[in-house]
């Protein structure tokens, strides 16, 4: 095959395949000259243990994915892979059944997010990120590379809690940039500040000025005169004593 046109067109033809969703940053019309090309692939059955294939199309790079029809009635929720079934965009389907499972899942997302992070997930996000800048503090002149990578991996997950916290759907770091930078300008200034800082002293305040906006809605990190106690990860079982 020459194209990824030519790949969708051969895809269609197949008799296991009941749908074709695309998803991620391109589309089939789109100009391929940059990034990759995202398809899932619902089949009848999955024949060999392979739920993934890369390769290169006309210098494009193609991740191919697949999943069973079966698969797709019994999700209940889509998370991780499966929640890129949000954004995608059918392009095959010729019964309808795809459209129908996206429809219904989508609904049962409208619902989840509807719903209040429990106190012990809020908990849990408040002590985390204080909990690594303890981690760091004396330790950037003894362990510089250690500390360098604990506030990398701190501003990774801050800038996924910033949506678990504002339930607003998290999908992937190129979207979640994109957001940030329309949407909170003082927080995607920090966080092109923290990146070009070539000190650690510059990182540790970044990360605490970035930390203290992300986390404004649920008043902020851990205070030093808070004491928190976890729960077994149930709704309410936060104890928190000023």
Do not use: C
């Not at 990182?203 to 851990?222: D, F, H, Q, S, Y």
């Amino acid at each position: 095959m020459r194209t990824v046109r030519d790949l969708i067109e051969e895809l269609s033809k197949h008799n296991q395949v009941l749908g074709l969703i695309e998803f991620g940053s391109k589309r089939l019309f789109d100009d391929f000259t940059t990034g990759d090309y995202d398809l899932l692939v619902i089949l009848e059955r999955l024949d060999y243990p392979v739920t993934s294939l890369h390769f290169y199309v006309e210098n494009t790079p193609v991740d191919l994915n697949f999943r069973t029809i079966a698969q797709l009635r019994g999700l209940e929720a889509a998370s991780g892979f499966e929640s890129a079934l949000f954004d995608g965009n059918v392009i095959y389907d010729p019964t309808g059944e795809i459209a129908q499972h996206v429809r219904r899942l989508d609904e049962k997302r409208a619902q989840s997010r509807s719903r209040q992070l429990a106190e012990d997930d809020v908990a849990r996000i408040r002590h985390w990120h204080k909990h690594v800048l303890d981690k760091v503090e004396g330790r950037t002149d003894s362990r510089p590379t250690f500390s360098d990578f604990l506030l990398g991996a701190n501003i990774f997950w801050l800038i996924e809690n910033y949506f678990r916290i504002r339930r607003i759907e998290y999908k992937g770091p190129k979207a979640a940039f994109d957001y940030i930078e329309q949407s909170e300008p003082e927080i995607y200034s920090r966080i092109q500040d923290f990146y070009l800082a070539n000190n650690l002293e510059q990182k540790m305040r970044l990360t605490r000025e970035l930390a203290e906006l992300i986390l404004r809605p649920v008043n902020g990190m851990w205070r030093d005169d808070e004491v928190l106690a976890f729960g077994a990860g149930k709704p309410n079982s936060l104890v928190a004593y000023h």
